[in-house]
């Protein structure tokens, strides 16, 4: 009954403020989202990097440390991007998800992926192929959710576990959705995830990727969306402020995955012109602008939307989306 009743408050439309780590410091994305409270944003989000994308942006305070503190310092729900197997052992992230999950029931969720090089090359191990990062994610998905059924863990195969048992577990077990950009795993990760996490893109794109859930198994499974936009007074400042802190995040995936230093997404940002980036994020002063590329989110079947501003102007976008975007689109 318990998860039955989770489930039920899931599929309620939320539109979400999402806390980009590489980009503000812990205590400022901790004041942010104390705004985007009060400004009638109801979930929250967060990323979860050891590196920035670049040194423009040039933060990366350690999530899970700041989970414990948004959780406690508001009553949103949230939920991080995760990729177990390489810089984090699955036994220990099934630790901290239990823990989160058991402090604040109902309100944690969890979306993994197999990662970018950017974050996981720096244990010194080998960087797998697409495909063996795969089989290890899946490996991780499994162990976790054996551990939070209380299960006696022990695993040989990408990733290894001895004996391992994990004692504090929350009566209702977080959701593992599963993050996917491209069709191809989207569909995949219909056949084993809670529900999809993927990010904003061309609606045609987009909607390759929501058919490719559904039919790898995801039929009626929720639905989260990071919606990446830049919003200010002016058109011209919201594309700048696009272009500086985001340019070098437009590249295709299999790109972006195997980078490792932020110099190096630094360097292919510079071949990126402010006006190349609007394929990826949108951009724009208007709010009502705004309001209708969300309402076509909502329309292809994404219950939550996470609002990642991506210039640095937060405090305004907070205030002005709270009074003229959010009741647009949360009282319909």
Same mark, same amino acid.
């Given at each position: ?6 489930l039920?408050?899931y ?5 979400g403020y999402h806390?980009?780590?590489?980009? =503000?410091?812990?205590?400022t ?10 400004a009638g ?20 305070? /350690? ?9 406690q ?7 991080v991007v995760?990729?177990p ?7 220990i992230?099934?630790q ?7 402090? /604040?029931?109902e309100?944690?969720?969890i979306?993994?992926g197999?990662?970018?090089a ?7 191990d ?9 089989v ?13 059924n ?6 040989k195969?990408?990733?290894?576990v ?8 929350p ?5 593992? =959705? ?6 191809k ?6 056949s ?5 996490l ?13 058919d490719? /859930? ?7 499974k929720p639905?989260?969306?990071?919606v ?5 007074d002016?058109?011209e ?5 696009a272009?500086?802190?985001w340019?070098?995040?437009?590249f295709?995936?299999?790109a ?11 360097a292919i940002?510079?071949?990126v ?18 309001i209708a590329?969300?309402?076509t ?15 640095l102007?937060?405090?305004r976008?907070?205030?002005? /989306? ?11």
């Amino acid at each position: 009954m318990p998860t039955k009743i989770f489930l039920l408050k899931y599929v309620m439309i939320k539109i979400g403020y999402h806390s980009s780590h590489e980009q =503000f410091k812990p205590s400022t994305l901790l004041r942010n989202v104390r705004l985007a409270q009060q400004a009638g944003f109801t979930a929250g989000s967060c990323s979860d990097h050891f590196h920035p994308w670049s040194n423009t942006q040039g933060e990366s305070g /350690f999530a899970w440390s700041w989970l414990g503190a948004a959780l406690q310092a508001t009553n949103l729900s949230f939920g991080v991007v995760n990729a177990p197997g390489q810089r984090y052992h699955p036994a220990i992230i099934a630790q901290a998800a239990a823990t989160l999950a058991e402090l /604040f029931p109902e309100r944690f969720w969890i979306a993994v992926g197999s990662g970018q090089a950017l974050n996981e090359h720096i244990t010194g191990d080998k960087w797998p192929s697409k495909a063996d990062r795969n089989v290890r994610l899946k490996e991780c998905v499994d162990i976790m959710r054996a551990l939070w059924n209380g299960e006696t863990v022990t695993h040989k195969g990408l990733v290894t576990v001895e004996d391992a048992i994990l004692f504090t577990r929350p009566t209702v077990k977080p959701l593992i =959705f599963g993050a996917a950009v491209t069709a191809k795993t989207a569909e995949w990760v219909g056949s084993w995830a809670d529900g999809l996490l993927t990010i904003s893109q061309p609606r045609e794109k987009l909607q390759e990727v929501v058919d490719a /859930f559904r039919r790898g198994g995801g039929e009626g499974k929720p639905m989260n969306l990071k919606v990446q936009l830049s919003y200010a007074d002016t058109e011209e400042t919201a594309l700048q402020g696009a272009h500086q802190q985001w340019r070098s995040n437009v590249f295709p995936n299999n790109a972006l995955t195997e980078l490792r230093m932020p110099e190096q997404f630094e360097a292919i940002g510079q071949m990126v012109k402010p006006d190349e980036i609007t394929n990826m994020v949108n951009i724009s002063s208007d709010p009502a602008r705004h309001i209708a590329w969300l309402q076509t989110y909502l329309d292809i079947g994404f219950e939550q939307l996470y609002l990642h501003n991506v210039n640095l102007e937060h405090e305004r976008f907070i205030d002005v /989306f709270g009074e003229r975007v959010l009741p647009a689109l949360l009282t319909k």
